[in-house]
């Protein structure tokens, strides 16, 4: 044999050891079948948990989100109720004036009216009160009736009740009456 020959017999040996020493050596860190199936089942344990916590959290989200909202509902009117409190004291305290003196009866009604009126004010509840000759407008006015007259027709001849609003919403419309024309 020649000198080359054996060089390359030597490297195929020596590579031949090595490759059944890092067969060896990986097959002793790889883990077992049952190892590796017992790591799925901790990660499958550790994933249901974390879908059970999320549901868990969810479900609580909805139920506090839901007792916020009835509690709203249930309260919504608080505010307006604190307000009016004082208006039914002045018109409790009128009713039990036995005096017969009209004036002080009117001035305790212009009283309830000026408390009436701020509570309005508090619960952001504003007069829809059109002037005579203003333009009929369909969102804040109602025509109760039309009557011949020499104002332009679709404007307001008299307000028959005055309208109001909550915050921008109309709760009544004005009841007003209309002009036509002559037919």
Excluded: C, W
Excluded at 3 to 26: D, G, I, L
Excluded at 88 to 106: I, P, R, T, V, W
């Amino acid at each position: 044999m020649t000198e080359q020959n054996q060089t390359v017999e030597t490297e195929t040996a020596e590579t031949a050891e090595a490759v059944e020493t890092a067969v060896e050596s990986s097959e002793a860190e790889k883990p077992s079948y049952e190892a590796l199936e017992e790591r799925i089942a901790e990660l499958e344990a550790q994933v249901k948990e974390e879908q059970l916590r999320g549901l868990a959290n969810e479900q609580n989200l909805r139920r506090r989100h839901q007792e916020e909202i009835a509690n709203t509902h249930k309260f919504a009117g608080q505010k307006f109720a604190a307000e009016m409190l004082p208006v039914k004291d002045y018109l409790e305290m009128a009713l039990l004036d036995q005096s017969g003196n009209f004036d002080a009866l009117k001035m305790g009604v212009q009283m309830t009216l000026n408390e009436l009126q701020k509570a309005f004010d508090a619960t952001q509840i504003k007069e829809i009160n059109p002037a005579v000759g203003d333009k009929l407008d369909p969102h804040h006015h109602q025509a109760m009736q039309t009557v011949v007259s020499e104002q332009e027709p679709n404007t307001i001849v008299s307000v028959m009740k005055k309208g109001y609003t909550l915050a921008e919403r109309v709760l009544r419309p004005a009841m007003v009456t209309v002009a036509k024309k002559e037919d």
